[in-house]
């Protein structure tokens, strides 16, 4: 572990007031941390700075060839006002998987570990109170060669951002409407679909534009090969359940290996349901959904936790899971690891970092 700057901010902003209007993103903290990577050196100059733009060259290679990825993941505040992230370690490792794909190099994992406690304990005040809220923390790395040649950049930033963000369902968890994506693919086999890269959602943001319009909140995406095998909606794994069983497409390179999905997958077992992963074929899925054999459907992600399906349209055909409202089981997982993530409930599994 790097030994880490502090360079205080000496014009610390003014907190939101009103904690119910947070939203997403749209605001952040005083401070941010940065590392630099040069080739021969390692990472290098580990430092906590006031948060503030970027001085970049337009050449710079993220620029033109979107060497980018980032992570997502959230700092809690318990009741006792205590403050605890949820599986770190598991978000930096994929993190440094997400770049060896993407040819960057491996992260120093327990420097940046470091300089994010650091961080967090440093901003703390900016960790919002109110039930449901949280703040969130957004790791990037990106390429600064300065230069148009196409080649791995020598250079590399890596920096945390962090964003005090609001409940994500005020009224109870809300079912969403979905768009199952059959013109468009997200990923396809030997791709970067597994990584947190920018450009798997550049790639996603025109379909998803189309979906809205048409009234959907999200885009179902299918395999980039066959069109035909379930994969995930934009920024969530999908799970189905059938009784008590949950199935959910199997981790096929294709698909982000959600810390979510596995978290919820754990948690499902623990608490006396079947779980299985593997191939889904949609129109099954739709059918199983139309039939009613099928009895709930939900997305998995840090930001929404368990974001319930309430409509599925498949080729100008539409459908509704179950009646229409939020399942038992989406229920329960999403009680139990909110449970776990807040404090309110034990933590069995040692996902937990107090700070
Ligand atoms: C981040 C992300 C997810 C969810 O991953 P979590 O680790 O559970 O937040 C799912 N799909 C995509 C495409 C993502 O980028």
């Known amino acids: 572990m790097q030994e880490i700057s502090v360079t205080r901010n000496p014009s610390p902003k003014q907190k939101p007031k009103d904690e119910s209007a947070l939203g997403f993103g749209r605001l952040f903290t005083d401070h941010m941390f940065l590392m ?84 967090i304990r440093l901003d703390a005040d900016w960790v919002p109170h109110r039930d449901g809220t949280s703040l969130y923390i957004r790791p990037t790395m990106i390429s600064t060669d300065v230069g148009l040649g196409v080649h791995a950049s020598k250079t590399y930033l890596f920096y945390i951002i962090l964003s005090p963000v609001g409940a994500y369902y005020k009224e109870g968890l809300k079912p969403v409407s979905i768009y199952v994506e059959d013109e468009y693919v997200r990923a396809v086999r030997g791709g970067v679909g597994f990584t947190k890269c920018a450009g798997n ?16 909140s999200q885009v179902l995406w299918l395999d980039g090969v066959e069109q035909k095998y379930v994969e995930e909606v934009g920024s969530m794994n999908m799970m189905f359940a059938y009784g008590n069983k949950i199935v959910t497409p199997k981790l096929n390179g294709s698909i982000l290996p959600g810390i979510t999905r596995d978290s919820v997958l754990k948690l499902a077992a623990s608490l006396g349901y079947e779980t299985e992963e593997g191939r889904l074929d949609v129109e099954q899925i739709f059918a199983d959904t139309k039939s009613g054999k099928l009895t709930e459907a939900f997305g998995t992600g840090t930001a929404a936790v368990i974001s319930p399906v309430g409509t599925l349209a498949l080729r100008g055909e539409k459908t509704t899971v179950g009646d229409g409202s939020i399942g038992k089981i989406s229920q329960k997982l999403y009680d139990t690891l909110t449970g776990i993530q807040y404090g309110r409930l034990p933590d069995e599994f040692g996902w937990i970092v107090k700070l």
């Not at 318990?78 to 599986?87: A, N, S």
Request: with cysteine.
């Open 201 to 216: 959602y550049a790639a996603s943001i025109l379909a998803g534009s189309i979906a809205e319009e048409k009234g959907f």
């Open 36 to 119: 630099n990577f040069e080739e021969g050196k390692g990472w290098i100059n580990p430092r906590i700075v006031p948060y503030g733009p970027f001085d970049m060259d337009p050449a710079s290679m993220v620029l033109h060839y979107g060497q980018a990825i980032f992570e997502g993941m959230k700092c809690y505040r318990r009741e006792d006002g205590g403050l605890q992230l949820f599986r770190p370690t598991d978000n930096l490792a994929r993190m440094t998987r997400s770049a060896q794909r993407m040819g960057m190099p491996a992260l120093d994992e327990e420097t940046a570990l470091e300089g994010l406690k650091q961080l």
